[in-house]
């Protein structure tokens, strides 16, 4: 245990790792969210984390091919990781507003709904569902 207190805070193997798992509100405390539902974000992907964290400041990576452990599906929506700064080399945090991996991913989850790529998507949806609506008609018993 000696020699992981003497690696540096700044090494990269040491940044804090978030999965999308932990801020997906389809998931369960069991399946891996780690915040209050009502605080998480509807299928999360990595880059869109990643774009959020870099956005304010952290020094981020993402890992594009790490899945996790927990998750069932193999799809690539689900696979990535990102890697999160917390701590300088001399021990004191990058940024205050972020003491602690809970509150990065506390604000990742409050900025991801704001991005332009998730504001764009909700706009589009209407139309699809209108047309699904159509096909309903002459469906039921048959007459005899």
């Given at each position: 245990?000696?020699?992981?207190?003497?690696?540096?805070?700044?090494?990269?193997?040491?940044?804090?790792?978030?999965?999308?798992?932990?801020?997906?509100?389809?998931?369960?405390?069991?399946?891996?969210?780690?915040?209050?539902?009502?605080?998480?974000?509807?299928?999360?992907?990595?880059?869109?984390?990643?774009?959020?964290?870099?956005?304010?400041?952290?020094?981020?990576?993402?890992?594009?091919?790490?899945?996790?452990?927990?998750?069932?599906?193999?799809?690539?929506?689900?696979?990535?990781?990102?890697?999160?700064?917390?701590?300088?080399?001399?021990?004191?945090?990058?940024?205050?507003?972020?003491?602690?991996?809970?509150?990065?991913?506390?604000?990742?989850?409050?900025?991801?709904p704001k991005l332009?790529?998730?504001?764009?998507?909700?706009?589009?949806?209407?139309?699809?569902?209108?047309?699904?609506?159509?096909?309903?008609?002459?469906?039921?018993?048959?007459?005899?």
């Amino acid at each position: 245990m000696a020699c992981a207190s003497a690696r540096s805070p700044a090494d990269q193997d040491r940044f804090i790792c978030i999965y999308p798992a932990y801020l997906n509100n389809k998931k369960t405390i069991a399946e891996g969210r780690r915040i209050p539902i009502n605080k998480a974000v509807e299928n999360p992907t990595a880059t869109e984390i990643q774009d959020v964290c870099s956005a304010v400041g952290l020094n981020v990576f993402l890992e594009k091919n790490k899945m996790y452990s927990r998750e069932w599906n193999r799809d690539v929506q689900y696979r990535g990781r990102v890697r999160v700064q917390l701590r300088q080399e001399d021990g004191s945090l990058c940024l205050v507003q972020f003491p602690s991996r809970k509150s990065v991913m506390l604000y990742a989850a409050e900025m991801i709904p704001k991005l332009k790529t998730r504001t764009q998507k909700t706009g589009g949806g209407d139309p699809s569902l209108q047309q699904g609506e159509g096909s309903k008609k002459g469906k039921g018993k048959k007459k005899k």
